[in-house]
């Protein structure tokens, strides 16, 4: 049986397309005398061409066919996916475009579930949690769905979700938090470098590559790891459902699907179309009709984006070395 949405998209594709058809043959075939007929016929099939596909377009935007969005979080979680002055690594998912497509997503009337697929080994903290935030105010079902990797902040995201399924191979865990420096001191002291401190604040350059951390800095930044680490267990425990105790107790460790699913870090194994037709009973409906939302960016934006994979291989390495100066916190 065919929906009124169906035709009504059939008819707007169908009208668009025969109004650019007798556009086109106006323009290129009646109006101008001297252009030959075959020059006329291909002009007006290309003007129709075009006319069906900007009337596809606007068919899919006044009767949409979809009813869940699915966002991806691909790659290491950032504020902005690493952009900046030097090249970084390419594939890194900027938390800012991934709350704004579930905020679209959850203002589009014809969305009723979210769907939210991990594949990411984690990364900043702060970022982790607002894509978290994002999806608990989702209004709606909201199911989250490890595809290869949903480890550390990719598992912080999902304790915002109402259920995470996974497949039996997917690497799930990693509930902790990791601080990292580089320490200089002994090559810089090899090439004739020294440090010196000009600093206002008794902790202002804690973690610093080019000297050596005191027992009281040492203390001072494992407690920030311990402070951002209850918060984690504390957003797991009260989303996940699960005893603070028992989060603790799994000491940041990886576990495989299966493993993770018989230890209740997981709620459900399956493959995509079963999490489908699975969302189909909630929603009351014979099947879902999935809709990929993805972030609106500009033309000189996307540019941009191929520019950098393309500069990757050139800066990679210097981008790590500059990244490795001060100390780095991440789930």
Not at 17 to 33: D, E, H, N, Q
Not at 211 to 221: A, F, G, P, S, W
């Amino acid at each position: 049986m065919v929906s009124s949405e169906g035709i009504g998209r059939l008819a707007v594709v169908v009208g668009g397309g025969l109004a650019f058809v007798i556009i086109g043959v106006v323009l290129f075939i009646i109006f101008p005398a001297t252009l030959t007929d075959l020059l006329g016929v291909i002009l007006a099939l290309a003007v129709a061409l075009v006319g069906i596909r900007l009337a596809g377009n606007a068919a899919s935007s006044l009767f949409p066919d979809y009813d869940v969005a699915e966002v991806a979080v691909e790659g290491p979680i950032s504020r902005d996916g690493g952009g900046g002055r030097l090249p970084t690594t390419p594939g890194a998912t900027p938390a800012d475009d991934i709350v704004e497509q579930i905020d679209r997503a959850n203002d589009d009337d014809n969305v009723r579930a979210l769907l939210l697929k991990l594949n990411t080994p984690g990364g900043e903290v702060v970022p982790s949690d607002d894509i978290r935030l994002a999806a608990q105010r989702f209004d709606g079902p909201t199911i989250a769905y490890a595809t290869d990797v949903c480890a550390s902040g990719g598992y912080w995201i999902a304790s915002g979700c109402d259920e995470l399924w996974a497949r039996e191979g997917s690497i799930v865990g990693s509930i902790g938090v990791i601080g990292s420096r580089i320490n200089a001191s002994d090559l810089a002291e090899k090439v004739g470098l020294s440090y010196e401190r000009f600093a206002a604040g008794e902790y202002k350059d804690a973690g610093t590559a080019l000297k050596e951390m005191d027992d009281d800095e040492r203390e001072y930044l494992q407690g920030l790891i311990d402070d951002y680490y209850d918060t984690f267990v504390e957003r797991v425990s009260d989303g996940r459902d699960l005893e603070p105790g028992f989060v603790r107790d799994t000491e940041a460790r990886i576990y495989l699907g299966e493993q993770a699913y018989d230890m209740d870090l997981v709620d459900h194994l399956g493959t995509r179309r079963e999490i489908e037709d699975e969302l189909a009973d909630r929603l009351d409906t014979d099947e879902v009709t999935v809709e990929e939302f993805e972030p609106e960016r500009p033309l000189m934006t996307r540019v941009g984006a191929g520019a950098q994979q393309v500069a990757y291989a050139f800066g990679a390495g210097l981008a790590g070395l500059g990244d490795g100066r001060g100390f780095r916190l991440r789930s």
